[in-house]
């Protein structure tokens, strides 16, 4: 167990992309939460973009956040469960590396990258572009560093799917990146396990689950009784109680939902990965928000497993739950 890749041991137990900031910063709420304590923890940087990025979320010169509650993200204590539109807001990876940040860095980590652009020939070429961006700055990282190529996240005013079906050639530009640097891309659970097959010979990891976009499996997610709704009338008199969005009243359509009603979908698409013969390392992560949901994940099939709304939800129980994962995952 623990996710090993090229050699190098990056830990059984990683923080969600963004978790803690572009270089492990934090955010401000960080110090008032007791037993929020990202010890054990590797970390991941937010996704950056190729270039700079508004996005939803308001900035200062150095990408950190100025709001304090910020209008694209909605929690709610109670239910376990966070909505955000962030939207990837960011300085662009370029200005990122000149910063130094993640050079000095001492222990192994994880930068995350998106192609955002609105076709794939362009996707492609942001891709060619970061991956020579870190080839040429690669000898002045301290420490051993993977990627994780964001491939599902929904607040970037694209169509995931989209974007999801050309994985396999810009995880094929990825090649191109020096061969010791990990390539791990992060899909959402409406990524289809039976496409992992052929990309298994690109990829070192796969990382599930992203956030879920807004309104998506209504089998599975009752997003009324989540957010509150309301009827509507169609044509002919047809009734219909529909989700309300509570980004919409903010002027900010579409969202991810992470927290707890993500756990049982990842579980459950962990299990069927692992059933077709999927055998790569598989970290995994979503509705984490107490040490036994590591149980669930690790039991499913995980090889190590990631925290990000737990941070936000029940950030208390942070450090006990990568003692957790330290404990049924370590090697």
């Known amino acids: 167990m623990s996710l090993v890749l090229n050699g190098v041991d990056y830990g059984p137990v990683q923080s969600a ?71 990837l807001s960011g300085p662009g990876a370029e200005a990122l590396i000149g910063m130094g ?28 572009a970061f991956a020579d961006l870190l080839n040429g700055h690669a000898d002045s990282f301290c420490a051993p560093f993977g990627v994780q190529i964001n491939l599902s996240c929904p607040n970037t005013g694209h169509d995931p799917t989209e974007i999801a079906k050309d994985t396999k050639r810009i995880l094929e530009v990825f090649q191109f990146l020096r061969p010791e640097i990990p390539i791990v891309p992060k899909f959402n659970v409406l990524y289809p396990v039976e496409a992992l097959s052929e990309l298994e010979s690109f990829c ?36 219909e109680w529909i989700p309300l969005n509570p980004l919409k009243t903010r002027g900010i359509d579409g969202g991810g939902l992470s927290g707890a009603p993500l756990l049982p979908l990842v579980e459950e698409w962990v299990k069927a990965a692992r059933g077709r013969g999927i055998d790569i ?51």
């Open 17 to 87: 992309s963004g978790a803690q900031g572009w270089f492990g910063e934090g955010y401000w709420y960080h110090r008032y939460v007791p037993g929020l304590n990202w010890k054990g923890c590797t970390f991941v940087a937010k996704t950056t973009t190729l270039n700079a990025r508004k996005g939803n979320m308001l900035l200062n010169e150095r990408g950190e956040v100025k709001e304090r509650f910020p209008k694209c993200v909605v929690v709610n204590l109670r239910k376990g469960i966070v909505l955000n539109s962030v939207g």
């Open 101 to 128: 940040d993640w050079q000095r860095r001492e222990d192994p980590f994880f930068l995350s990258f998106m192609s955002v652009s609105s076709t794939i020939e362009d996707r492609l070429f942001e891709a060619h």
């Open 204 to 239: 070192d990891a796969i990382c599930v689950s992203n956030t879920l976009p807004w309104g998506t499996l209504p089998a599975e997610v009752d997003w009324a009784r989540l957010f509150g709704g309301a009827w509507a009338r169609h044509a002919r008199g047809h009734q």
């Open 281 to 331: 390392p598989i970290n995994a992560g979503g509705g984490i928000l107490c040490p036994n949901d590591v149980d669930r994940l690790a039991k499913a099939g995980a090889d190590s497993v990631f925290l990000g709304s737990i941070a936000i939800l029940r950030g208390w129980r942070v450090r006990s739950t990568i003692r957790r994962a330290h404990k049924l995952l370590g090697r």
